[in-house]
T-cell receptor, first 113, second 112 residues
């Protein structure tokens, strides 16, 4: 039982390049989330999804796009990477209903040069 | 969502209880209190949550004051592996997803 898997774990991009971060969960969770974490700061919500085919903006959505074509996958895209997007990105999932906890992935460390 | 206030850092001797406080004076009646921790640079890990009553699980105990304006996470016998950043979060469960807002938390250092 893998839980939440994020790929890749590390990536270096040049300014202006694009990439997609993949989050996959095998727990049949309805809700999925993308967060970013910068040094000395807490996690900030980028986008989230409450079900297959749905997405919504979080606290810091600018510069990112997401898609949830399959229930188990949640993709985070950077169309034109900027140095300000250098961060650690965490994906999480949770069930719908009672306030059960999030399950987080191990993170993707992205550097934009 | 209500805002939370936590001390930036705490120390605890191994084997002793670690008591991590959290103030959430603007909490509303249907908001839950959640605790997560983040060890080094790993993804945060869910610890426990509560609404009104005290809660206990295999990891920790959560004590919520009667007026719900503050809470304490208790790690009964702290070990070196409990060194982490601990986040106290207050959040509603809504039909639009249970979105949690993570502050900067409390850095707990467990020492010999």
């Amino acid at each position: 039982n893998a839980g939440v898997t994020q790929t890749p774990k590390f990536r270096v991009l040049k300014t202006g390049q694009s990439m997609t971060l993949l989050c996959a969960q095998d727990m049949n969770h309805e809700y999925m989330y993308w967060y970013r974490q910068d040094p000395g700061m807490g996690l900030r919500l980028i986008h989230y999804s409450v079900g297959e085919g749905t997405t919504a903006k979080g606290e810091v959505p600018d510069g990112y796009n997401v898609s949830r074509l399959k229930k188990q996958n949640f993709l985070l895209g950077l169309e034109s990477a900027a140095p300000s997007q250098t961060s650690v990105y965490f994906c999480a999932s949770s069930v719908r209903g009672p306030p059960y906890g999030y399950t987080f992935g191990s993170g993707t460390r992205l550097t934009v040069v | 969502d209500a805002k939370t206030t936590q001390p930036p850092s705490m120390d605890c001797a191994e084997g002793r209880a670690a008591n991590l406080p959290c103030n959430h004076s603007t909490i509303s009646g249907n908001e839950y209190v959640y605790w997560y921790r983040q060890i080094h640079s790993q993804g945060p890990q869910y610890i426990i949550h509560g609404l009104k009553n005290n809660e206990t699980n295999e990891m920790a105990s959560l004590i919520i004051t009667e007026d719900r304006k503050s809470s304490t996470l208790i790690l009964p016998h702290a070990t070196l592996r409990d060194t982490a950043v601990y986040y106290c979060i207050v959040s509603l469960l809504t039909g639009g997803g249970n979105k949690l807002t993570f502050g900067t938390g409390t850095q707990l250092k467990v020492e010999l």
